[in-house]
């Protein structure tokens, strides 16, 4: 600490509940220079008090203090590069498990060049939550959850294997075993502090808690003014190392609240229409912060609500500032009486503690809610900002029909229905066939799901039942909604409307929805029907949840039981009748839909910090089948080259101390020809293995039957299964192949049709550099890092669109492929001519500068050439340093075996 330049003197100690702690003082900064910072956005404070501990005169500077200081003129669009340093990393499985290999992978690299293996740990604090693997394979029973609890130690035994080495082997890290819950519930229930706190030359610092995790939904901490967000694997293992994340200081929009949520409304609707609203500012790579009065009408889990989604209306985060909610829900999950005390007296001390009377900060831009004006809302069918008003839902589902099905579908859609074999009842266009209470967006908020108990209560009450082709599940994001569920006695009322504990963990919401019953998926597929779900999920992208389904509604826990009962989405649950009463007579969902008061007291009467203690009082333990797993090996895995799991991955073979010069891209053959809002779901290999296709037919090689393949994000640790997966979505669309789903392509010149992985590597035995061109929001969705490491896999060099979401871009260029964007608005390929059978080539990448534009020369197959201008979207000299060393993995490995 002696060290610590300290430029603006802010270094200063506090004392809460008898401890002394330091601190770096932002109200002293401002006096010594920092004048108005007082008025900056809290997420702002937050970056600002960073940079102020971390000032070592080299990764931070007093410049790029005063940069932020700047903020008040330029409102974040001086595109000012800072080193920030989170202070912990956050993991799920999904994407852990790569992370862990390719940090296992780094051991072994830093052997190869003669260093000490030792130096790879993570430097911060890293938590790694399996909470992605678990499937929905038994549905409807109340021995559903032991069952796939089952199933998916049997599915993933190798990699829960791999994970209990490395909580072995890597210092600094821990795991929490599977059925515990989702990993941002558990974070915002237990593992976030709201202040953080280190020891350090033997004193106590205290600073924000923050950190960035690997999942895209790591934003739902910011609801407990924890600044995070997701980022790729690749960037958060360069975090883990000691590596500053390279980031440009934000614009921050302001999002003011003011009212109240009005009678039948939930958290989700607001949430939805908060989605919508963002979208339409385009808030891409940019803060969001949210002021006004109408905070204090909402509860935190509902502010957990609005910043879990902020990757659906394009945020970095979404940032609520800490105010006597913070303080209260800290002590009402069982937080510590002393660090509850300290984020008190902190945030007080830091001028960043809200009240009602508080001025609002300085924001880049604006614009406002009231609550009030918030309706009941679904969003659909296949986009989370796609908000439809409840009222609207059903005539808004023939208008999607219509299109899913491009017309095929007539004005007698709804009353067609085909036989299911085996059944006594039909099937039709609409139906509900998948029912879900799932994801960390809305099972952290104990008023939506009383409120689904309570709905499911009053349902069995009155006799109604659940459309026998519905499949229902309940995931809770932790065992504490179990346990209050219970206490209520609700569960029992789900369980008899087929709800039941089916699992703690993401569900259907990422995929793992499982198979729908064989006759109900022949009788869809038989008849291409448009079959729907409804989920209280924040992802519904095309062939997410299940491959059988074409139309994804997101909607809140109870709307997910109304559509179960209901069972179509033509049915105007607001008007139409869901069902009958014991006694014939018709019930609607004003019927049993619970008022404000009757969640409330059952809230009051049944959550209880007792509750969190015994929960997460053994956290890291897990339960019998966790603890039986055997643990070998030392300090370098002991690779299994048969294993079908994890794999070594290829990235550091040949890699010497110094890095190659950097190729132009000459004469690349372009691989896939994409439209607007491609996802990193149709990029990245997600849900189910395809027997036919590359990826099966792999597996199928190695011995492993159809009915072993479980999902491609269960085998994130073999880049085999996923290189072939990559761009293998079966609802992509590549325009070179016109009128075609699945990852297919064209090989040039002889146009040859085939697997697009297949295509890839016969142009790598060509020895062809590849490239892929596309539209707007390429990249969009999950912070998925193998859309980027598949992409460089199967040997593309750069990525040609009109614009990045921003952990997509980041991504990229963390794996050595540099991300264009047309330099010059409104130029796209469609209007350039580009067919997919031209060459591309991109010289002068070897002397490439942040945000340089060149020429792209596109050569046809008559010869004729044209130009167009392209800018690198490699935005800071650390990202340009990541790419001229073939990756941010490359790069940190080579300054620690240095």
């Known amino acids: 600490m002696s060290q610590h330049p300290d430029s603006f003197k802010s270094r200063k100690t506090l004392t809460a509940a008898g401890k002394t702690y330091v601190y770096f003082d932002l109200k002293e900064a401002e006096k010594n220079g920092l004048s108005g910072v007082s008025r900056l956005p809290f997420s702002m404070k937050v970056l600002l008090e960073n940079l102020l501990r971390n000032e070592d005169g080299r990764t931070v500077t007093a410049d790029d203090i005063r940069a932020v200081a700047k903020w008040l003129e330029d409102k974040g669009k001086a595109g000012y590069e800072i080193a920030y340093r989170p202070a912990r990393v956050l993991m799920q499985d999904f994407t852990g498990v790569p992370a862990v290999v390719d940090l296992a992978a ?126 790729g694997g690749i960037e958060a293992e360069a975090a883990m190392l000691g590596q500053p994340i390279s980031m440009l200081i934000p614009e921050v929009i302001g999002f003011r609240l003011e009212g109240k949520l009005p009678e039948g409304t939930t958290a989700t609707d607001l949430v939805l229409t908060v989605t919508e609203m963002l979208r339409k500012k385009k808030v891409v790579g940019k803060f969001v912060e949210f002021y006004g009065p109408g905070l204090s009408n909402l509860t935190l889990e509902d502010q957990a609500t609005i910043g879990n989604m902020a990757p659906e209306y394009g945020a970095t985060c979404g940032f609520f500032p800490i105010d006597k909610d913070t303080i209260a829900y800290l002590e009402a999950t069982g937080r510590e009486k002393d660090r509850i005390a300290l984020v008190e007296t902190y945030a007080k001390a830091q001028g960043m503690f809200r009240e009602d009377g508080t001025q609002d900060p300085v924001f880049t831009d604006t614009l406002s809610l009231d609550l009030s004006t918030v309706v009941p809302s679904l969003a659909g069918p296949k986009r989370p900002q796609d908000r439809v008003a409840l009222t609207e839902a059903a005539p808004k589902f023939r208008q999607a029909l219509t299109e899913i099905t491009n017309g095929k579908a007539g004005a007698d859609a709804e009353t067609v229905r085909f036989p299911v074999e085996g059944e006594d009842f039909d099937l039709g266009h609409g139906d509900v066939v998948i029912a879900a209470i799932t994801s ?40 504490v909604v179990t346990e209050y569920l219970e206490k209520a006695g609700l569960q029992k009322d789900l369980d008899a409307m087929g709800f039941n504990l089916v699992g703690y963990g993401c569900t259907t919401c990422i995929g793992n929805s499982g198979p729908l019953p064989e006759a109900i998926s022949e009788a869809v597929n038989k008849n291409d029907l448009v079959a729907c779900s409804v989920l209280s999920g924040n992802r519904n992208f095309e062939g997410r949840v299940n491959p059988d389904v074409r ?223 596309a539209g707007k929001e390429y990249g969009t969705g999950s912070s998925r890092d193998w859309a980027a490491k598949g992409t460089v896999l199967l040997g593309v060099k750069a990525v040609i669109a009109e614009s990045f979401e921003r952990i997509h871009r980041s991504n990229l260029v963390g794996m050595g492929v540099v991300p264009f964007v047309f330099a010059e608005e409104g130029t796209t390929w469609q209007k350039l001519g580009i067919k997919g059978d031209e060459k591309v080539t991109i010289e002068g990448l070897a002397d490439l500068k942040p945000r340089q534009i060149l020429d792209a020369k596109i050569e046809k197959p008559d010869g004729s050439v044209s130009t167009v201008k392209v800018q690198a979207r490699i935005d800071t000299l650390d990202e340009l340093e990541y790419y001229r060393n073939g990756g941010i993995l490359h790069y940190v490995l080579r300054r620690l075996a240095a």
Request: proline share 6%; glycine share 10%.
């Open 106 to 231: 780094m051991r072994d690299a830093t052997t190869q060049l003669g260093a000490d293996p030792k130096k790879i740990n993570p430097m911060v604090p890293v938590d790694l939550v399996i909470d992605h693997s678990v499937m929905v394979d038994f549905f409807g029973h109340k021995d559903s959850f032991t069952k796939n609890v089952d199933a998916e130690y049997g599915r993933n035994g190798e990699r829960y294997t791999f994970l209990r080495w490395g909580q072995e082997a890597f210092q600094n890290f821990r795991v929490v075993p599977p059925g515990t819950g989702i990993c941002h519930q558990v974070n915002l229930e237990y593992l976030a502090q709201t202040v953080w706190t280190k020891d350090e030359n033997g004193e106590t610092v205290a600073y924000p808690d923050t950190l960035v995790g690997t999942d895209s939904h790591t934003t739902m901490v910011n609801g407990l003014s924890v600044l995070g967000w997701g980022v």
């Open 440 to 479: 960390c967006t809305n099972t952290s908020n104990p008023n939506v799901l009383v409120a689904a108990g309570l709905l499911a209560r009053k349902a069995h009450e009155k006799g109604l039942t659940v459309k026998p082709w519905v499949k229902t599940s309940l995931a809770p994001g932790s065992q």
């Open 551 to 773: 139309a994804n509604y997101l909607a809140s826990p109870p709307l997910v039981v109304a559509y179960a009962i209901a069972g179509s989405l033509f049915k105007d649950i607001t008007k139409d009748a869901l069902g009958k009463d014991k006694d014939g007579n018709d019930v609607y969902l004003k019927d049993i839909w619970p008022t404000t008061q009757e969640i409330a007291e059952i809230v009051r009467q049944t959550v209880t910090r007792e509750m969190f203690e015994t929960r997460y009082a053994d956290v890291f333990k897990g339960d019998e089948h966790w603890q039986k797993i055997a643990v070998s090996g030392g300090l370098t895995y002991d690779w299994d080259d048969r294993s079908t799991y994890v794999q070594n991955p290829p990235y550091f073979e040949g890699m010497g101390q110094e890095p190659k010069p950097v190729e132009d891209i000459k004469g690349a053959r372009i691989l896939g020809l994409f439209l607007d809002s491609i996802t990193t779901d149709h990029i990245s290999p997600a849900g189910s293995i395809k027997a036919s296709g590359p990826a099966g037919e792999y597996l199928v090689s190695h011995q492993v039957r159809p009915v072993d393949f479980n999902s491609y994000g269960a085998r994130r640790g073999n880049h085999q299964v996923m290189m072939r997966g990559t761009f293998a979505n079966i609802r992509i669309k590549n325009q070179m192949v016109p009128g075609v789903e699945g990852g297919v392509t064209r090989h040039q010149p002889d146009g040859a049709e085939m697997p697009i992985y297949d295509a890839a590597m016969k142009y790598k035995d060509e020895g062809v550099p590849l490239v892929v061109i």
